[in-house]
């Protein structure tokens, strides 16, 4: 009872983590605009992430090389952004929250495929 309560908790989990179909997306090469902030993915320096349908003892992570411009694009960020984690710019934070396609066993994802959504909040 108590693995089929924890894999419920971490479906439900999975589930709030999933981008709105209105977030901002963009190929690489391609700009998304998030809030304030613009963002041009470059490359994928790392794609980890376990496969769909494997049984991974690690989430795995994907870890994307990106332009950000930010504060009326009067400031720039050119470094690596990592699916999940949060990158804060003075007052604004822009998060890589998805990335499409999933990862499948035995397959390599061509580059040219790729989609990532991204999240802005601004502090005040």
Same mark, same amino acid.
């Given at each position: 009872?108590?693995? $089929? &309560?924890? !894999?419920?908790?971490?479906?439900?989990?999975?589930?709030?983590?999933?981008? #709105?179909?209105?977030?901002?997306?963009? &190929?690489?090469?391609?700009?998304?605009? @998030? =809030? %304030?902030?613009?963002?041009?993915? !470059? #490359? *994928?320096?790392?794609?980890?992430?376990?496969?769909?349908?494997?049984?991974?003892?690690?989430? =795995?992570?994907? *870890?994307? !090389?990106?332009? *950000?411009? /930010?504060?009326?694009? &009067?400031?720039?960020?050119? =470094?690596?952004?990592? !699916?999940?984690?949060?990158? *804060? $710019? =003075?007052?604004?934070?822009?998060?890589? @929250?998805?990335?499409?396609?999933?990862?499948?066993?035995?397959?390599?994802?061509?580059?040219? %495929? /790729?989609?990532?959504?991204?999240? /802005?909040?601004? #502090?005040s």
């Amino acid at each position: 009872m108590k693995r $089929l &309560s924890f !894999l419920s908790a971490l479906s439900l989990a999975a589930c709030a983590t999933l981008p #709105s179909a209105a977030s901002p997306t963009a &190929s690489l090469g391609q700009i998304a605009t @998030v =809030g %304030a902030a613009t963002i041009r993915p !470059l #490359s *994928v320096v790392e794609d980890s992430r376990c496969p769909v349908k494997a049984r991974c003892i690690w989430a =795995g992570r994907l *870890v994307l !090389l990106a332009e *950000v411009n /930010y504060r009326g694009g &009067s400031e720039e960020f050119r =470094g690596t952004m990592i !699916l999940g984690e949060p990158l *804060v $710019l =003075g007052q604004e934070t822009v998060t890589l @929250v998805g990335a499409e396609p999933a990862p499948m066993a035995g397959k390599k994802i061509d580059p040219r %495929a /790729y989609r990532f959504t991204f999240a /802005y909040v601004r #502090s005040s």
